[in-house]
């Protein structure tokens, strides 16, 4: 994983964390992300490799969308 995604690798592990009626937790670490998304696009990092980054985040489970990620960070180094 990039080392520019670790506040974003935590705010998703606590996003998991807190229950699901934890209303206001949840709501504050969606904020968190999106701020945290928005600084890193603004510091240069590709939209598209944060936004697959953050969809291999949400769903550990989802191979697909890590192996997506990966393969667009390396596309993304070629060049």
């Not at 985040?57 to 969308?65: D, F, I, K, Q, T």
Request: with cysteine.
């Amino acid at each position: 994983m990039p080392e520019w995604g670790a506040r974003l690798r935590n705010y998703y592990w606590m996003l998991r964390y807190h229950r699901a009626y934890d209303y206001a937790a949840r709501r504050c670490y969606y904020r968190k992300i999106e701020a945290e998304k928005k600084r890193l696009i603004e510091s240069g990092v590709h939209q598209e490799e944060v936004r697959l980054y953050c969809r291999s985040l949400a769903n550990l489970r989802n191979n697909a969308a890590r192996m997506r990620f990966e393969s667009f960070s390396k596309q993304l180094r070629l060049f």
